[in-house]
């Protein structure tokens, strides 16, 4: 046991995310490239007596009972990791939007994982907690590692790449969410080979913004804009307001523009302002849950 402790969570964002073919376990084969982003939810990890969770700041509709990914990842450390229950306090910090295709659930699973490891010194570290992080969800293993990487099965296979640059982005968030299986399901995806994410490996580390808006895509994108033709507007707005590329995050809603640097991101955000949508500009991370 320790002492209290805070983990910062971060958000994801996918440059390249291809859709193979559908699977007979009903997930889709993916090669994806995930890219950390500078937007944090926080986990505060306090002594308890018995297991405990909440959440500051609540953005409803998140429940804070066991549907939440953070007392499923505690439960399945508990089971078997700690082999017993622990006396523990989580609190989160939600400021990652729900539901928006940037990964904020998966990160917070993983932070729980990673911070119960910490808060109870069991020593199991990212690698051997992999096979816990991806009965999660298939983003979640992503976050035990950060940076830039290729995600291959139903994207819970990961390999850490090199990182790349610090490059700025606007993330535009539209107000509604949209659900991951219905984009799935919608008959929508566009099928490739997953060539454009195993060619991001080699250009990773020397991309610059330019370079990062000419290889975006999104085979979910079609699927996305057909269940929300507002996200073909916000992607639409993004370019207008002077981002270089812009494409949709995962399974959506968010929009992500890809600015020239600093500056020219707070510009596009604030020509953005006004219209209802959650505005975030952020830099791309070469590290991950800290
Ligand atoms: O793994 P995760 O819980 O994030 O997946 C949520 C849903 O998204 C799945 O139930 C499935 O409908 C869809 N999905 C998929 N193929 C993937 C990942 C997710 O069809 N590779």
Do not use: C
């Amino acid at each position: 046991m320790s002492a209290s402790f805070t983990l910062r969570a971060p958000a994801k964002v996918n440059p390249v995310l291809e859709v193979l073919g559908k699977r007979p376990d009903g997930f889709h084969e993916l090669a994806l490239i995930f890219q950390a982003v500078g937007l944090y939810d926080e986990l505060t990890f306090t002594p308890g007596q018995t297991f405990g969770f909440e959440i500051a700041g609540v953005p409803a509709p998140l429940a804070a009972d066991d549907s939440n990914l953070v007392v499923k990842a505690a439960q399945l450390f508990f089971r078997d990791v700690l082999k017993r229950d622990g006396g523990v306090h989580i609190q989160l910090e939600k400021r990652i939007p729900l539901a928006a295709g940037l990964g904020g659930g998966s990160s917070d699973a993983a932070a729980t994982l990673l911070g119960l490891d910490r808060y109870f010194d069991t020593g199991w570290g990212a690698a051997k907690l992999q096979p816990l992080a991806a009965q999660l969800g298939s983003d979640v293993p992503f976050f035990l590692h950060g940076g830039t990487a290729l995600g291959t099965g139903r994207g819970e296979k990961i390999t850490s790449l090199a990182p790349m640059r610090e490059i700025w982005l606007v993330l535009v968030k539209p107000s509604e969410g949209l659900s991951t299986p219905a984009v799935y399901r919608s008959g929508k995806a566009a099928f490739t080979s997953g060539e454009k994410a195993r060619g991001f490996q080699a250009l990773a580390p020397n991309l610059d913004a330019t370079g990062l808006s000419q290889v975006l895509f999104n085979g979910l994108e079609p699927a996305a804009i057909h269940l929300m033709p507002l996200i073909g507007e916000v992607r639409q707005a993004l370019l207008e307001a002077g981002a270089l590329g812009a494409m949709v995050s995962g399974s959506g809603p968010t929009v992500f523009g890809v600015a020239k640097d600093r500056s020219s991101a707070e510009n596009i955000r604030a020509r953005l302002e006004g219209r209802g949508w959650g505005l975030f500009t952020v830099p791309t991370l070469a590290s991950g849950i800290e």
